[in-house]
């Protein structure tokens, strides 16, 4: 490995290709859903194969899976954070679209700078103050908040489906938006390889032990759900392990804004692999989401 910077191009060529796959990964999920598998499986199947990826690739490089104590019990609080944020995340794609499951939980750059602020550090600047509202109104928008869309019949969530599926990706977003704030506070200086196996490994076993206690593991009921859950395996743990593996080498690549392409691919995969339609205002409503999040994570701040 090296630690040489990757030229722009390449580096946001890269990071496109993270987000198309972390879309992909969602989209796996809620087909393996539709095919008899549930949340408590899919966390736990993906998270337990992330984490056994993640300790080859640390055995193979020679680095020993060894942590201090006191950085191993903050990187286990970390993942317990991670773990909320895994389970709300897939409840909300069982229950929405995906896209719009996704389009939600990206509000937590948002969350993230609030969070910061909130906790003595620096006040956001003029140019969030700007962005804040302006996502919170598409978000309204692309969620159909007044009711306005009026999607193809059949293919429209139930209102109380809907609502929950948003609570639970708003939830998520708060979850990872902590979890983001306490890494750099925390976990900074650690091997983003180490620190990825241990909260992989605190998700996989929070899911499993919430799955064995409440008796909710639910397996795929034919080879289109097993294919699922095992494509959603495979795809989250390449994307996360690149993007950990990749981002001391990205230079001056605006991360979090050209990932934000994430909720754009999985509008057209949902599309092309679910037929789940959203009407033209909620794509609207994404766009301006979307704008809002690139715009305040363009800043020189």
């Known amino acids: ?3 040489a910077p990757l030229p722009r191009w390449l580096g946001v060529a890269l990071l496109l290709t993270i987000a198309a796959t972390f879309a992909s990964n969602h989209v796996a999920a ?8 549930n949340v408590a499986t899919a966390v736990a199947v993906r998270s337990a194969g992330t984490a056994l990826f993640v300790l080859a ?10 942590m201090p104590l006191p950085t191993l019990g903050r990187a286990v609080a970390i993942g317990l954070l991670v773990s909320i944020q895994s389970l709300c995340l897939y409840s909300a794609v069982a229950r929405i679209p995906v896209a719009l ?5 990206n509000t937590f750059p948002l969350l993230l700078g609030l969070i910061s602020w909130a906790a003595g550090g620096e006040r956001p600047s003029r140019r969030a103050f700007v962005a804040m509202p302006i996502a919170l109104a598409g978000l309204a928008l692309a969620l159909d908040v007044a009711g306005l869309a009026r999607p193809p019949a059949g293919t429209a969530a139930a209102p109380a489906s809907m609502a929950a599926g948003v609570a639970f990706a708003l939830g998520a977003a708060a979850s990872f938006a902590s979890a983001l704030y306490l ?45 699922a859950l095992a494509a959603l395996t495979v795809l989250y743990g390449s994307a996360i392990t690149a993007l950990f ?11 979090a804004a050209v ?11 949902g599309w092309v692999v679910l037929d789940q339609h959203v009407a ?5 409503g994404a766009l301006v989401v979307i704008g809002a999040i690139v715009m305040l994570t363009t800043g020189r701040r």
Do not use: C, K, Y
């Open 259 to 269: 990932l934000n392409f994430e909720p754009i691919a999985a509008l057209l995969l």
């Open 1 to 3: 490995m090296t630690s």
């Open 30 to 37: 809620r087909l393996a859903f539709d095919h008899g598998a």
């Open 280 to 284: 033209p205002i909620q794509i609207g």
């Open 183 to 227: 890494t750099t506070r925390w976990l900074g200086t650690t091997d983003g390889r180490l620190r990825t196996l241990v909260l992989m490994l605190v998700v996989s076993a929070v899911a499993i032990a919430g799955g064995a206690l409440g008796g909710s593991f639910a397996w795929p009921r034919d080879s289109i759900g097993w294919g």
């Open 101 to 105: 499951a996704l389009l939600a939980f």
């Open 245 to 255: 593996v990749l981002l001391p080498r990205l230079g001056a690549v605006n991360n």
């Open 57 to 66: 690739l640390l055995r193979h490089a020679g680095v020993a899976p060894r």
